[in-house]
């Protein structure tokens, strides 16, 4: 008989959820890391004969499954949270937010407001998010520095900021952080113009043909509010899904994000073009901007994934709360207590988004060969008993406060909630010394 494979890690739970194959809860069996990658999974008592393991963690209580991916958010903005509360969009961005960005926004600003998102996603088993905001090299610096994976995007928006003087500028440092940076195993990329009323054709025809050319997502609000698509009838004659469809954006790559507002021929034409929704249901919720159409769209074949939006529009970067809150609007959209059950919500909050970056056979699932991207749950808290099923209850009643373990590519970085290699103190005086400035 040979002598047990020397390997890395072997995590032993309650309940795995390896989301593939679907609608599968494993009880009594390991999980196997080598090398950053998911080896095995299999019944513990076959692990234990075939691993020696130089790490072995038990967690009896606890289910394990993939790290979540925040499909869309703002990360730097964590240190806008609160900031501008109870008001709607344009009247939230016009006054409030820009203004703010215009005065404090620089690299140090989005190296600390990206540091404190990560360790806030990682600390809610958020293993990948997708990113959408100014000086992608700082937050890159601050997604290094706490071991998360990120797509990070090169926004792109025809005004001027600190940043950028214009579209073409916008671009150009965007795609040079790209060429730097694109051998990070933790890191990829999105072309991200920002909308369709921050965006002109030029610029959009430009970034279609820049994202074919580097096989790059495109990352773009849209449809977010009525108020929108009436502006945007006016200006220039369509609604904003047939700009980007004129100009060339429409395609496997579009991650949509929002779409509140697309009526069912708008739909139709994502799902025939093998396009993506960013859903952000406690941002549109918060915002007044309204329900979007999720069943429908994934009836006609749109995939659709999980964002939390920026922490100054949501205030959690909280993809727990996403998913309970998908689950129950789209039953109050539908009338219907059978539409998104929690598996559905579940699955959309990891291989789904994981899909939308073009990801989805490095993470999203938990099947030998992918990135060890995991997070554990633990459920035996007084307070969230019984559980008749862990599926369901990750949904409806665990929170992120449940999450105890977050590994990414097979390094722990949250054990038993704390992060592992930082100080909250450090991350309270950061935030202390940015509040201070906004006051």
Not at 137 to 160: K, N, W
Request: hydrophobic content about 45%; charged content about 20%; aromatic content about 6%.
């Amino acid at each position: 008989m040979s002598a047990p494979q020397p390997i890395d890690s072997l995590i032993e739970p309650r309940w795995i959820v390896p989301i593939e194959p679907a609608d599968v809860t494993l009880t009594g069996h390991a999980l196997a890391i080598e090398k950053g990658r998911i080896l095995a999974i299999l019944p513990a008592s076959e692990a234990l004969a075939r691993y020696a393991p130089r790490q072995r963690i038990s967690l009896p209580q606890h289910v394990l499954l993939p790290g979540l991916v925040n499909l869309h958010t703002h990360a730097a903005m964590s240190l806008l949270r609160g900031f501008a509360d109870d008001m709607p969009l344009m009247r939230w961005l016009n006054e409030h937010i820009w203004p703010a960005e215009a005065r404090h926004v620089s690299p140090d600003f989005v190296r600390d407001g990206t540091l404190l998102a990560c360790w806030e996603m990682l600390r809610g088993g958020i293993t990948c998010f997708n990113d959408m905001y100014y000086y992608p090299e700082a937050a890159a610096e601050a997604i290094l520095d706490t071991g998360i994976r990120a797509a990070l995007g090169v926004t792109v928006i025809e005004f001027p900021t600190a940043y950028a003087a214009d579209a073409a500028d916008y671009l150009a440092k965007g795609l040079a952080t790209r060429d730097a940076l694109r051998d990070n195993p933790l890191l990829s990329f999105c072309l991200a113009p920002h909308a369709p009323y921050t965006v002109s054709d030029k610029t959009f025809e430009r970034i279609a043909t820049l994202a074919n050319q580097l096989d790059l997502p495109v990352h773009i609000h849209i449809n977010e509010t009525r108020a929108e698509i009436e502006g945007s009838i006016r200006q220039h004659g369509v609604r904003p899904l047939a700009r980007l469809q004129r100009t060339g954006l429409l395609g496997p790559g579009l991650i949509g994000v929002h779409g509140v507002h697309l009526d069912s021929d708008e739909i139709a034409l994502l799902g025939e073009h093998g396009c993506h929704l960013a859903h952000c249901p406690t941002s549109n919720m918060k915002l007044g901007s309204g329900m979007a159409p999720i069943r429908l769209a994934q009836a006609q074949g749109v995939g659709v994934g999980l964002g939390s939006d920026g922490a100054a529009s949501n205030n959690r970067l909280d993809l727990f709360r996403e998913m309970r809150h998908a689950a129950l609007l789209g039953k109050v959209a539908e009338e219907d207590a059978g539409i998104l059950p929690a598996a559905t919500v579940l699955r959309m909050a990891t291989l789904d988004g994981a899909k939308a970056l073009g990801l989805e056979s490095e993470i999203g699932s938990l099947l030998p060969g992918k990135s060890a991207d995991i997070c554990a749950v633990r459920l035996d808290d007084w307070a969230i008993q019984p559980c008749y099923d862990p599926v369901s209850h990750l949904v409806y009643v665990a929170g992120r406060e449940h999450v105890s373990h977050t590994w990414v590519a097979g390094q722990l970085r949250i054990c038993e909630g704390a992060p592992v290699g930082c100080d909250p103190r450090y991350l309270i005086e950061t935030v202390r010394m940015w509040h201070n400035r906004m006051v």
